[in-house]
């Protein structure tokens, strides 16, 4: 329970750290019910630059269920999926857009980190989470490095160059062009129907005819919208 987590890993300076992502907030009630779970309390958001590169160990975790630093599973095979990563990175992102949104409207301190930065000076990061939570630091305790190892293997970059040299290739370009295609084959039928519809206005003015009030303006929106 969270009393027991409370319990067990509050530090003696009396702060309790929690790592969560955004999509396990509906568990404990959503926004609210996680201030009043955690009143006054102050966030640390903690994103990579590279969301490629995120993605493609998002994925990779998926597949063989290893989610921390330790070997991957025996008789685990991964395969390169493009759709695996698009999912990946479409729900990082949004993720990522929640997260800036949830803090800023709730009460509490925070402070954005890169993960890229934190690994390039993790004492200075550190540092920084310290001042955050008011606690004073003695630097001889710092470590140099995060207690976990990167998973990061050759066939992570394979993937990610593979994943940008495919989303900028043909199937993008193809969506792009199929929208582009929908909206002029638009706006040539609107067109037609507005020469047909002009046509047979006039048609009826030379007859001597009133033109029905529902015909012209519809032609007049067609018009507008053209």
């Known amino acids: 329970t969270l009393a027991e987590m409370q319990r067990h ?18 568990r404990w009630g959503g926004a609210h019910a996680l201030q009043r779970l955690f009143p006054g309390a102050r966030y640390v958001l903690l994103h990579r630059e590279n969301l490629v590169a995120q993605a493609v160990s998002y994925a990779l975790a998926k597949q063989t269920g290893a989610w921390m630093s330790r070997p991957e599973p025996a008789g685990v095979h991964v395969r390169y999926d493009f759709k695996l990563i ?42 920084k989470i310290a001042r955050l939570m008011d606690v004073e630091l003695d630097d001889t305790q710092l470590p140099a490095q995060p207690a976990t190892k990167s998973q990061r293997s050759p066939i992570n970059q394979e993937w990610a160059d593979r994943f940008v040299r495919e989303h900028r290739g043909a199937p993008l370009q193809n969506r792009a062009g199929a929208r582009a295609v929908s909206l002029v084959a638009k706006l040539r039928r609107a067109r037609r129907l507005d020469e047909q519809r002009t046509g047979d206005l006039r048609h009826r003015q030379r007859r001597g005819e009133a033109a029905p009030r529902v015909q012209v303006g519809t032609m007049l929106r067609i018009v507008r919208a053209g």
């Open 9 to 26: 890993r509050t530090a003696k300076t009396g702060v309790f750290g929690i790592k969560l992502h955004f999509t396990q907030i509906a």
């Open 86 to 127: 698009d999912r990946c990175l479409r729900e990082i992102t949004r993720d990522s857009a929640s997260w800036r949104y949830l803090p800023a409207t709730l009460p509490g301190e925070r402070l954005e980190l890169t993960f890229e930065a934190m690994i390039a000076d993790f004492p200075g990061t550190m540092r």
